[in-house]
């Protein structure tokens, strides 16, 4: 949905009549990027994709098929068992896909996004399904809409608050509520050079997330500054001037994530630093060393591959 923040604006200036699809409710399909959406406009042209193009063309013909004065279509699509390898999906699966015009979508909702934001969109649809209202939601708005029940953006927040991107539909009074999270993109901060920094921007990179490589002790701070409720520090630096000036930044800026490489013996001359800084044993509880998660790691890539997934688990289950 966020690759999508640019055109949706674009259009929006432009004046284009458009049509915003995504999964309302689906089945099968296998694993799929949750936050997939199209924008369709009525020419037929689209930016987007939802299950690799199976029903692109048809999703065209289904938006332009929006009666006018409507502010939702519901369409079903399926594919089943002998067209799975065709079109390139894990497997079968069906789905009822939300057909909601542009104009419907709240333009802070685009605006957030493409400020890389944590945002919410929640949806109510009448029962008809003719009939949409969307609200935006963000981590420090409740963002109560007329027609959208107060649970739905308590909701909203507390999934943002697990940085993970994805869908979710609840029944309601006199409709259905469909609740959207497009949390931050995880950033890794990684301090300290070598083989096993540049595996974790390249780990990072297939999670679709950020990394950044640093040396040093301010520009680590900067970047942990920029985006702190997305910032993740990756301390592989064992020098004094560095690790514990930067440990000491991220610990007290509260950003999900704080983990640390290093021995026994650099791990305590570390938190006896910090302690010497005033940080409290509490706070030094919330570093995680020995960092990653214990898979066995052996080689630089398992040990990527244990660090990336003991931030997502964190970023899941937030402390």
């Not at 974790?200 to 950020?210: K, S």
């Not at 514990?244 to 994530?257: D, K, N, Q, W």
């Not at 990336?308 to 937030?318: K, M, R």
Request: aromatic share 4%; glycine share 10%; net charge negative.
């Amino acid at each position: 949905m966020r690759d999508l923040a640019d055109t949706a604006r674009q259009w929006a200036a432009e004046g284009r009549a458009a049509v915003l699809a995504r999964p309302l409710t689906e089945r099968g399909f296998g694993a799929r990027q949750p936050a997939d959406a199209m924008l369709i406009d009525a020419d037929g042209q689209y930016h987007g994709r939802l299950y690799r193009g199976a029903f692109d063309q048809r999703l065209v013909a289904e938006a332009c098929a929006v009666p006018p004065g409507h502010t939702a279509r519901v369409c079903e699509v399926a594919v089943h068992q002998e067209g799975v390898a065709e079109a390139g999906l894990t497997c079968g699966g069906q789905a009822e896909i939300l057909m909601q015009p542009l104009g419907a979508v709240p333009a802070r909702w685009w605006e957030l996004l493409g400020a890389g934001a944590d945002v919410a969109l929640v949806t109510w649809l009448d029962e008809g399904r003719t009939h949409a209202v969307s609200t935006v939601v963000t981590p420090d708005e409740a963002g109560d809409g007329p027609d959208v029940p107060p649970q739905a953006a308590v909701q909203a927040r507390s999934l943002l608050a697990r940085y993970r991107a994805g869908r979710e539909v609840h029944a309601a009074d006199a409709g259905l509520v469909l609740i959207e999270t497009c949390p931050s993109v995880p950033h890794l901060v990684v301090v300290g050079g070598g083989e096993l920094a540049e595996l974790l921007v390249a780990q990072a990179g297939l999670l679709g997330w950020l990394a950044t490589v640093t040396r040093t002790a301010q520009d680590a701070a900067e970047l942990l500054a920029e985006h702190p409720a997305a910032a993740c520090l990756i301390m592989l630096s064992h020098e004094p001037d560095v690790d514990v000036p930067t440990l000491r930044t991220a610990l007290t800026s509260g950003i999900p994530y704080v983990g640390a490489l290093g021995s026994r013996h650099t791990q305590a001359r570390r938190a006896a630093a910090l302690l010497e800084t005033g940080l409290t044993e509490a706070a030094l509880a919330r570093v995680h060393g020995p960092i990653g998660l214990d898979i066995g790691a052996r080689t630089p890539a398992e040990t990527a591959l244990a660090i990336c997934a003991e931030v997502l688990t964190a970023l899941d289950g937030p402390e």
